[in-house]
């Protein structure tokens, strides 16, 4: 695809091969926990720096690169779990501790972050709120030169083993309005502390867990961007780069099903017939559409494009991936369909990708509909 340079394909083509040597055989064993060695192992591979600047270690891609990346790891290494810690790591990586942090910040974090010597996770949502800045309560009171944080924050994806966690928490009021900042709580500050493990039904092993804050502090050095304002630049703009890097991910797990099921079918043996050859046909060119849906949008997050178009991207991929997966419902043979456990983990995965944050952007959607019949204008 001419969106990606010759550095992108490199990265590809090594997370191809980790993929392939590394995450494949252990997938195979059903894990139920992600080993410290291999985390390390893929920082040895270079993939957990894929968008660090590479004065700080890193491949010094971007966006566009770490959702086609995901889109390798899941398709050849048969994990979404392992792929979304992975997608996490980077995109907090790139958002908080390149985009949002001081120079200062760079060189204190970024290179250890490029290897995986460190690795992060983010921690916005609360119980029962989720991340709706109405009803979050984590505040933070500047105390000198410190910040003392007092709340509890929840569903920590990698949470249970990262050293930095970016807290979202309410600094100041503008009126009524709440005001968020950033700030980064190394693991084992005082006053930190980890809840246990979440038993999550989907992304195995990818570990989940909650943050509790009681007189946490932490210094003021470790606020990430300006004060006030990380509603929109971490909240806003972490749920924006998930949802596009997530694609990947989608994009990874649909052409591994695929391809279960098409073993499956050559497995069963006999003839395709017309109807199947139709409907694989139309599972080819979905594939292909949902691909350049995926990586036009995140090339557009690179260039700093319209984000509006940017939301029609993301919102037309997930009516496009429902679609891959209602077409592929109906080829699954009953083989697969009764055992092919590898599969059904599979399509929950998938599912679930494609229904994050379904609510928002249904709302967004309206939205969009809404502005259409106000306009006045002949053509949109």
Not at 37 to 45: D, F, V, Y
Not at 269 to 291: I, M, Q, S, V
Request: a neutral charge; aromatic letters at 6%; charged letters at 25%.
């Amino acid at each position: 695809m001419s969106l990606f340079a010759p550095r992108h394909r490199e990265s590809i083509a090594a997370a191809e091969r980790f993929a392939r040597e590394r995450l494949a055989p252990w997938a195979a064993g059903r894990p139920d926990s992600l080993p410290p060695e291999l985390w390390r192992a893929a920082g040895e591979a270079g993939l957990l720096g894929i968008a660090v600047p590479r004065e700080y270690g890193g491949r010094g891609l971007d966006y566009l690169a770490v959702t086609a990346v995901a889109a390798v790891l899941t398709g050849a290494g048969h994990n979404p779990g392992f792929c979304l810690s992975w997608i996490i790591h980077n995109v907090v990586t790139r958002l908080a501790f390149w985009e949002l942090a001081r120079e200062d910040q760079h060189a204190r974090f970024l290179p250890d972050l490029a290897v995986g010597r460190s690795s992060a996770s983010i921690s916005i949502s609360e119980a029962g709120v989720g991340a709706h800045p109405k009803h979050l309560q984590t505040r933070a009171v500047r105390r000198g030169d410190e910040f003392v944080i007092q709340g509890e924050k929840s569903f920590l994806t990698n949470g249970p083993f990262a050293d930095l966690y970016v807290a979202l928490a309410i600094t100041g009021f503008r009126g009524e309005r709440k005001e968020f900042s950033a700030l980064i709580v190394p693991r084992g500050t005082p006053g930190a502390a980890l809840t246990p493990p979440l038993e999550l039904d989907c992304f195995r092993p990818s570990p989940h867990c909650g943050l509790r804050l009681r007189d946490c502090s932490v210094p003021a050095a470790n606020l990430l961007g300006p004060e006030g304002e990380a509603y929109g630049a971490l909240a806003m703009a972490f749920r924006e780069r998930e949802d596009i890097v997530l694609a990947g991910l989608a994009l990874g797990g649909m052409d591994r099903q695929l391809g279960l099921v098409i073993e499956a079918l050559r497995a069963a043996g006999g003839t395709a017939g017309k109807e199947t050859e139709g409907r694989l046909g139309r599972l080819r060119y979905l594939r292909d559409a949902l691909r350049l849906l995926a990586f036009t949008a995140a090339s557009s997050l690179d260039a700093a494009g319209d984000p509006e178009e940017r939301l029609s991207l993301v919102l037309s991929f997930r009516d496009l991936a429902r679609a891959f997966q209602e077409e592929l419902v109906a080829l699954v043979p009953p083989s697969l369909a009764e055992n092919g456990e590898e599969y059904h983990l599979l399509t929950g995965d998938v599912s679930r990708t494609i229904g994050l944050a379904g609510n928002v952007l249904a709302l967004r959607r309206r939205k969009h509909g809404a502005a259409l019949l106000a306009s006045r204008e002949d053509a949109f």
